[in-house]
């Protein structure tokens, strides 16, 4: 008798903790659906979720992060980039919304870049320059794609070869960027390239932030930090001059988290001629670090926050100024003047035109390799 009781109380405790193991299975996964077709060939989404509710979604189409829910303080779910529901829509017409950005990104003057050389023209796609790559940039090409699963982790690596001469640059580059949820809440983004000839490159990530929830409301109460004590003042049409200026005493300066509206309508000459903010932050980077904290972004009624670590020397901060309610949105709602923000790590614009900007250059042989880390909480 004893002896039953004491193996049947033995079962009854293993049988517990099975049952406490199997509630705890893992919601950390990717899985893959069709998204549309294009020109014959199937335009694919992949969705990664983690153990804490956060869910992206990723297309094949130009690499486009299309969604991205995560909790707010009560634990409700937003999602907090903007974007669109259908293919057709990114094709219409997309400012950039999600999308993967290269072989260039943001400006390149007049469409020209002398290298080793030899002069390049490129489309003037905005302007009289050149912007995001070009007519055909990455963020309208179709990438191939692979699902990777860590331990706490889940990736989708996408890879898309770039021929000699597309959009008029140099060298068939291979181009490999990897999307990374993982169950501390960091979306991180790995970015590696080779070239056959040397050629320039500069990929970033263009999603357009807004943590009350896309769709809902513009981004001025958002609070940010620029970790950076000089940003590269601009001409009318976005060029650098080449000058790197102080921030001091101006409504450039992020040393201190500040709510974005604060300053953006102050009457400064930067802010006048890009319409608010547009420009390219020097990270005050040091040598002996790898990763730079860049930038903090928090929305106090949600209490969403984020900090972006990268290994890039600068960051291009866009206010949404040219968004003006005539693009409608995934929930049905327009997307109104400044109701999305971008956060672009990155090498400065205008980089192959100015020698005293960190090179961009990337020559057979070497690699290419960037990391840029989202990192999220609640506060
Ligand atoms: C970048 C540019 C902006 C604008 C947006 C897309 O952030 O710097 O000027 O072109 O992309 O609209």
């Not at 998204?35 to 690499?63: R, S």
């Not at 982790?153 to 993982?182: I, M, R, W």
């Not at 100024?321 to 956060?343: A, H, I, M, Q, W």
């Amino acid at each position: 008798m004893n002896f039953l009781k004491k193996t049947s109380l033995l079962i009854l405790i293993i049988l517990f903790y099975m049952s406490c193991t199997n509630t705890s299975e893992s919601k950390m996964g990717i899985s893959k659906e069709k998204f549309a077709e294009l020109d014959g060939k199937t335009v694919d989404i992949y969705t990664l979720t983690n153990n804490n509710n956060f869910e992206l979604k990723v297309i094949t189409y130009g690499g486009i992060v299309t969604s991205f829910k995560m909790p707010d303080r009560e634990g409700k779910l937003n999602d907090v980039v903007l974007g669109y529901n259908s293919l057709d829509d990114y094709i219409k017409e997309n400012p950039y919304f999600g999308s993967t950005i290269g072989r260039y990104g943001n400006r390149i003057a007049n469409g020209k870049f002398t290298l080793d050389g030899r002069e390049y023209t490129l489309a003037q796609n905005n302007g009289p320059n050149s912007l995001h790559g070009g007519v055909k940039g990455f963020d309208k090409v179709i990438w191939e794609a692979t699902p990777v699963t860590g331990k706490d982790s889940v990736s989708l690596k996408l890879h898309y070869l770039a021929k000699d001469g597309e959009e008029g640059f140099p060298g068939n580059l291979d181009a490999t960027v990897t999307y990374t949820l993982t169950d501390k809440n960091t979306f991180r983004i790995d970015y590696h390239a080779t070239t056959d000839k040397a050629t320039v490159v500069n990929l970033t990530h263009h999603a357009y932030w807004n943590f009350a929830g896309e769709g809902n409301r513009n981004i001025l109460d958002h609070e940010l930090m620029l970790n950076a004590d000089a940003y590269t003042p601009v001409d009318s049409t976005l060029i650098p001059t080449g000058e790197i200026a102080t921030v001091e005493g101006t409504p450039m300066d992020f040393r201190t988290t500040t709510a974005i509206g604060a300053r953006i309508n102050d009457n400064f000459q930067q802010l006048k001629f890009a319409g608010g903010y547009d420009h390219n932050w020097v990270l005050n980077t040091s040598p002996d670090e790898k990763f730079t904290k860049a930038a903090t972004l928090y929305e106090p009624t949600s209490g969403r926050f984020m900090e972006i670590t990268t290994s890039e020397p600068g960051i291009q901060f866009y206010s949404g100024n040219f968004l003006d309610g005539s693009l409608v949105g995934k929930s049905g709602k327009p997307y109104e003047f400044r109701t999305g923000l971008c956060l672009e790590t990155q090498h400065f614009p205008d980089s192959p035109n100015k020698e005293n900007f960190p090179s961009v250059v990337l020559r057979p042989g070497e690699t290419y390799k960037t990391t840029t880390i989202h990192a999220f909480s609640i506060k």
